[in-house]
């Protein structure tokens, strides 16, 4: 087995790391501003000169505390977050001067008005369409709500070209990310998917996105030489998998671990800390509140309705990355990902003739014996 490049370590453990830093920024007196969803338009939130922290709850310890104000059967990434927030445990929330929710799912939106009673919290009001010019209007008004927002916060002016300058920026964290996970279209990929998901969620909680730009570079020279040499890290016969739907944050042990002890490489996450995010970028040459509009209107999550652009990307990405078998990871209680798999596996398996399987799972480890049994059987079936 390789010896990886140090960087991966890092990366691995970026979210304790963030923990340290974001303490560190906040006794400089910088304002923190706490994120959880890629429908957040962070260029907005760099441009007020304050840095956004990732604060989704990816860990099983605190959903017993989020338990007491929420629902048992609610999906773990909202009852982990709010439990986080409850017990000031996880200290991106505990120091985050202000949290930027959407009205994305049910769950999450409601969840939002518990924790306005606990933290500042600015919710912006996310259209459930892109088929609708108002709701292009609507979004609109959103980015410029949260720009006045975030000005009077923090007593600041948020220029238009401190915003072009951060959407310049953000987009060259994206092409180096895209660069990166394009790693998984070589036959055989130059690393497992379980290392390429520690360095995309990594990114999630790393704040010196320069540094982070340039460790990516580092990993990806450093790949990209063996492999002219001739080192295969992964099994040319191993099934290239995709997997889909839900965030993976607090599941990737029993899910993306299990896939790939079982023999098959996951190539490809078409979920929000892989492509569904970053495979778009917002149009430098126009307006900057069209273009994040734009932008952020059309991440192919399923609470949009219909989800266009995520059965889109899907079969492109099928063919890209020459996908074996398809596997959608639901949270339990996702209604919209769980509605939406009928259409996912008619895309995958009826349209582009590819096998799919569908788990529906928690943070705990209750199924992961369950789980183990049906990935092995996918994979040997393929
Ligand atoms: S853009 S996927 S990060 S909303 S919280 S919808 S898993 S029931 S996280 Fe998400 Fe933004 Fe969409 Fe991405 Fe389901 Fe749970 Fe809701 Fe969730």
Redesign the pocket.
Known sequence: MKELPKEFEEFSEARRNSFIKVKELKEQGENIVGI????TPVEIIRAAGATAVSLCGTSNEPIIDGEAHLPKNL?P??KSSYGFALTQKCPNSYFSDLIIG?T??D??KKMFEYLSELKPVHVMQLPQTVHRDHAYSVWKNEMIFLKERLEKEFNVQITEEKLREEIKKRNEERLVLQEFYSLGKLCPPPLTGYEMKQVLLGSEFTLDKEDQNKKIRNIMDKLKKEYEQGVRNVSENAPRILVTG??LGGTIEKTVKTIEDSGAVVVCFE??AGV?EKARLVDETIDPYDALTDKYLN?G???MSPNTNRMEMLSELIDEYKIDGVIEII?Q?????NVESHRVKNIVAKDNKVPYMRIETDYSQTDTGQIRTRIEAFVEML
């Not at 209680?333 to 990902?337: D, K, R, S």
């Open positions: 959880f969803c890629t429908f999906c990434l909202i959407e994305t799912c769950g999450k839900c965030p979920n929000c569904r991440v999550c399923s609470v949270l209680a996702c209604h919209t990902f």
